[in-house]
């Protein structure tokens, strides 16, 4: 039996870099390679066997809900998660969605909905969070919008800084989250994430490690541009969620 049964995908966010495009669009619904962009995940989740799926919503969520609906036209069960007004940010998102039981209390895989990649999700389902482990995170090498990398990998522990010469990698917006991480956080409450993740890595609560699929973080219109011509010339048949 799997150890992870369900996931949950970030969808709140606004999307500002991709206006005018997002002005009336959500930006999990723009498109990549003749679909929308989330629904690349909902597939490849879907093909390695999650089908209990939250999705976060708050700009225009009417109408990515209005598309999604419950999930059924893919074979997974959506629950959804609406954030009023402003977005609740990332870790207040996954909180608000914990509180009202739309995301199980059990460990769960955590995907950026404006990312896209050919990571085969299998892996994931198969991971086992040690019992005070919070997370365990995918990075990738270093676009060039993000020179600088976001964390590294000391013996198998996510670090903020490197220890020696080694590294820094980019998160990949991948991750398998244990609802600890956000114990202590206050239902309709904007919080972020990255500061989270930070205070469990000082206690050794985080792992991490590095793949080397393809990747791109969809968060321009140069960027979506990259993507799509990717797929024009390399087509999507490495792709579960084609």
Same mark, same amino acid.
Not at 53 to 79: C, F, P, R
Not at 80 to 86: A, F, I, L
């Given at each position: 039996?799997?150890?992870?049964?369900?996931?949950m995908?970030?969808?709140?966010?606004?999307?500002?870099?991709?206006r005018?495009?997002?002005?009336?669009t959500?930006?999990?619904?723009?498109?990549?390679g003749?679909?929308?962009?989330?629904?690349w995940?909902?597939?490849?989740?879907?093909a =390695?066997?999650?089908?209990?799926?939250?999705?976060?919503?708050s700009?225009?969520?009417?109408?990515?809900?209005a598309?999604?609906?419950?999930?059924?036209?893919?074979?997974?069960?959506?629950?959804?998660? =609406?954030?009023?007004?402003?977005?609740?940010?990332?870790?207040?998102?996954?909180?608000?969605?914990?509180?009202?039981g739309?995301?199980?209390?059990?460990?769960?895989?955590? =995907?950026?909905?404006?990312?896209?990649s050919?990571y085969?999700?299998?892996?994931?389902?198969?991971?086992?969070?040690?019992a005070?482990?919070?997370?365990?995170?995918l990075?990738?090498?270093?676009?060039?919008?993000?020179?600088?990398?976001d964390?590294?990998?000391?013996?198998?522990?996510?670090?903020?800084q490197?220890?020696?010469?080694?590294d820094?990698?980019?998160?990949?917006?991948?991750?398998v989250?244990?609802?600890?991480l956000?114990d202590?956080?206050v239902?309709?409450?904007?919080?972020?994430?990255?500061?989270?993740?930070?205070?469990?890595?000082?206690?050794?609560?985080v792992?991490?490690? =590095?793949?080397?699929? &393809?990747?791109? &973080?969809?968060?321009?219109?140069?960027?979506?541009a990259?993507?799509?011509?990717?797929?024009?010339?390399?087509?999507?048949?490495n792709?579960?969620g084609?």
């Amino acid at each position: 039996m799997a150890a992870i049964k369900q996931a949950m995908i970030l969808a709140a966010g606004k999307g500002t870099r991709l206006r005018p495009l997002t002005l009336s669009t959500p930006k999990p619904l723009v498109e990549v390679g003749a679909q929308p962009l989330i629904v690349w995940h909902i597939k490849a989740l879907q093909a =390695v066997g999650i089908t209990d799926i939250t999705i976060n919503a708050s700009w225009l969520a009417e109408k990515l809900m209005a598309t999604l609906g419950d999930g059924s036209q893919y074979g997974v069960t959506l629950h959804w998660s =609406v954030e009023d007004d402003e977005p609740l940010e990332t870790a207040g998102g996954i909180y608000q969605a914990l509180a009202t039981g739309q995301l199980k209390d059990e460990p769960f895989i955590l =995907v950026n909905s404006d990312v896209w990649s050919t990571y085969d999700f299998a892996p994931l389902t198969d991971y086992q969070l040690g019992a005070d482990q919070k997370a365990h995170l995918l990075l990738i090498d270093n676009p060039d919008h993000n020179n600088s990398g976001d964390f590294a990998i000391n013996s198998g522990l996510a670090s903020e800084q490197p220890i020696g010469d080694k590294d820094k990698y980019t998160f990949a917006g991948i991750s398998v989250i244990s609802p600890r991480l956000l114990d202590g956080l206050v239902t309709g409450q904007p919080a972020p994430l990255a500061p989270l993740l930070k205070q469990a890595m000082l206690k050794f609560q985080v792992t991490a490690e =590095v793949i080397t699929d &393809d990747w791109i &973080d969809v968060g321009t219109p140069e960027r979506l541009a990259q993507v799509n011509d990717f797929l024009n010339h390399k087509g999507v048949n490495n792709h579960q969620g084609a």
